[in-house]
């Protein structure tokens, strides 16, 4: 009876480490310090790749482990934020050759509909870039749920890898002096670490009168 007892009390305690099955979580507070938003193009025909980031940028995410189609995804990134380690590149790609930032100052994505496909998930959804909106389809993958008992807060990882290729983005700028130095599919690289928002203070409880 021990043992039944013991186990009993440690599968309790595993339980309290995760997320209740079947409750809608929402993410909304994107942890930037420990989050990648980047991309990846081929240069010589693929002899080497230059890759970038965006610093600016929010990621909102609704997880229903019971019902992934009533899950979701929506992100919002700042084009002028691009960031490639060199300056004079990274106002290149602001300019009208590339993002065009000043007249496309965001990059979005909404979602419509999440399925699940092995152990991993695929968001399908509007990907709007330079002023066109495609259709894509986003895999990505769930590092881990994890809750933390002291915040009441839970923190959710995820991973996900695409290809788009610029030019369906209007993206056609070419070096006059070697037209096929830069590719042109991009593949995008997404690391996202985000969180529950803390829950709201227990209510006071009424004086009680006398």
Known sequence: MKRKHLAVALSALLLSFLPALGAALKFEETDKSHS????????????SHVSGKFTDFTVSIVHDDADVTKSSVNAVIKTASVDTGIERRDAHLRNPDFFD?????????????VEKKGDQYVAH?????HGV???????????????????????????????????DFGMTWARPDNPNFLGDEVEIVLDILT??????????APASGR
């Open 195 to 204: 969180r529950t928002a803390a829950p709201a203070p227990p209510a006071a």
């Open 125 to 129: 959804g509007s990907f709007t870039m």
């Open 36 to 47: 990648n938003v980047g991309f990846s193009i081929p240069i010589l025909g693929g002899l």
């Open 101 to 113: 930032a000043e007249k496309f100052p965001e990059i979005t994505f909404r979602s419509t509909r």
């Open 133 to 167: 909106t495609k259709e894509i389809a986003l895999p990505f993958r769930i590092n881990g749920l994890r809750k933390d008992e002291k915040s009441g807060r839970t923190t959710l990882g995820i991973t996900a890898r695409t290809t788009i290729k610029k030019s």
